[in-house]
């Protein structure tokens, strides 16, 4: 995988496959293969590269580790679920995706500061619910 601006090239098992980084929505690992989940409904692109690899390449952009398999793109979370110590973070197309407690902290920081620094956007933090 290569960075260009704001694109990456991933190599897929059918060849290599160009993707702006604005359009996936998350990334999914199951044992060593990576699947990124795109905005426009566009097949999930799959790879053979680390969840940790795509954290540190994508560091530069919005993008935050929530479990020891997922990374969404901050853009793309609609807003997030807290039942007692369970919380989710629901992505803009409706998949509910799980936060590990020990990831809460930086997630939780990492939304605030893209909410409530976005004056246009129309996401909707209850402070109340991202302190538990």
Not at 22 to 49: F, G, M, Q, R, V
Not at 83 to 94: E, F, I, L, P, Y
Request: net charge positive; glycine share 2%; with cysteine.
């Amino acid at each position: 995988m290569e960075a260009h601006n704001d694109r990456i090239i991933v190599k897929t098992a059918k060849g290599f496959r160009q993707v702006e980084v604005a359009h996936i929505s998350h990334i999914l690992c199951e044992d060593y293969l990576c699947t990124l989940y795109l905005i426009n409904k566009d097949k999930p692109i799959t790879c053979t590269k680390s969840l940790r690899y795509f954290e540190q390449a994508l560091a530069p952009h919005p993008f935050v580790r929530i479990h020891h398999n997922a990374i969404v793109n901050l853009d793309c979370v609609a807003e997030v679920k807290c039942k007692g110590r369970q919380r989710h973070a629901v992505m803009t197309d409706g998949t509910a995706l799980p936060i590990s407690v020990r990831k809460w902290p930086a997630f939780r920081d990492a939304f605030r500061t893209l909410t409530y620094t976005a004056q246009n956007d129309t996401l909707t933090v209850k402070t109340d619910t991202l302190t538990k």
